[in-house]
């Protein structure tokens, strides 16, 4: 779905001492007084972030009708409007906090940087993470019945940013009794990946997944923190589910002090469902965020997606928030 201007406002206002006020008669966000994104300028169909160079043109090249960058100079150091009408609610989650950590250095934005792992100059922003996992065991099995569309738990993401770099470990995992694997995923899984994806978040096209995907797995996409992709794999080879997890600087209901592992997106196909493989694929994320020294996992799930509550409260899950967001038309 398109995001409003609304959505861009409450996205800004949820990043950690974030204020909103008015730059030239259109509102503008800030952290410590510090602009990272305005809105309504030219008009109210866009939105600008302050971005890096780097970050804008991995977000211009992976959502070129969304996100493109300002004229002139501004656009030259990283500026970058956006589409409102041409930029979904989770495309935007990405980049937006991006702004706010690439503030000029103030002891708000270095409250961002805290938590962030320890990396290259910002042109060659590289994490080099290894993920360590401890034996996993085979866990309860639980039985997901799905009421609504099929085969979607919908964890929509606040902050999906990150890289895989290729000295990972692999994780490869076999379940005999039911014949999958849990893996990291690969430079070839690209494809299979994207129709996953495409089915989770039908927001955003085949062709969109597909781009990021390919930036992703091959270590080309320039972003902040951590992101990887776990997927279970059929001993013939063909992918029936995956999770994306990934670090955030912040977390409702989660410690502020450190980072927190976060599902961004977790998806089986409907005829595997039931057989243990959303939990492994947990399983395996929550190995992967100890790793990274964190001591929380979070996630998020439409507020009318009882099935997921379910999912999420029978995995260890508690609620610590709710919310219902509302719109009127002028």
Not at 13 to 24: D, V
Not at 129 to 148: D, E, G, M, N
Not at 248 to 267: L, N
Request: charge should be positive; proline fraction near 5%; aromatic fraction near 8%.
């Amino acid at each position: 779905m398109p995001s409003t201007a609304s959505d861009f406002r409450r996205i800004a206002l949820s990043l950690p001492g974030t204020e909103e006020r008015k730059h030239m008669n259109h509102p503008d966000f800030r952290v410590a007084g510090k602009i990272f994104a305005t809105l309504a300028y030219p008009n109210k169909q866009f939105g600008m972030v302050k971005l890096t160079p780097v970050q804008q043109e991995d977000f211009v090249t992976s959502h070129p009708a969304a996100f493109k960058p300002v004229n002139g100079a501004w656009g030259r150091k990283g500026c970058t409007s956006v589409i409102l009408s041409n930029a979904n609610k989770r495309t935007l989650r990405e980049a937006m906090p991006l702004g706010a950590i690439t503030l000029p250095p103030n002891s708000l934005s270095r409250s961002y940087e805290a938590n962030l792992p320890s990396r290259a100059p910002e042109n060659s922003l590289k994490f080099v993470f290894s993920v360590s996992v401890l034996s996993l065991c085979l866990c309860i099995l639980f039985s997901l019945r799905w009421a609504t569309s099929p085969g979607v738990i919908s964890f929509r993401c606040c902050l999906t940013i990150g890289r895989i770099h290729s000295t990972r470990k692999r994780i490869a995992i076999m379940h005999g009794a039911h014949n999958f694997r849990i893996r990291t995923a690969n430079p070839s899984d690209g494809l299979p990946l994207a129709t996953l994806r495409t089915r989770l978040w039908p927001e955003s096209s085949f062709d969109e997944h597909a781009r990021e995907l390919a930036a992703i797995l091959d270590g080309r996409a320039q972003h902040v923190l951590p992101l990887i992709i776990f997927v279970a794999e059929e001993t013939n080879g063909t992918l029936v589910g995956f999770l994306e997890a990934g670090l955030r600087s912040c977390a409702d209901g989660c410690d502020v002090s450190r980072p927190v592992g976060y599902v961004e997106g977790w998806f089986v196909e409907e005829h595997r469902r039931g057989q243990g493989i959303g939990s492994q694929l947990l399983r395996a994320a929550e190995e992967w965020a100890r790793a990274q020294s964190c001591r929380e996992m979070a996630s998020d799930a439409d507020i009318e997606n009882q099935l997921s509550h379910r999912v999420h409260e029978a995995s260890g899950f508690t609620v610590t928030a709710r919310a219902i967001l509302y719109r009127k038309s002028l």
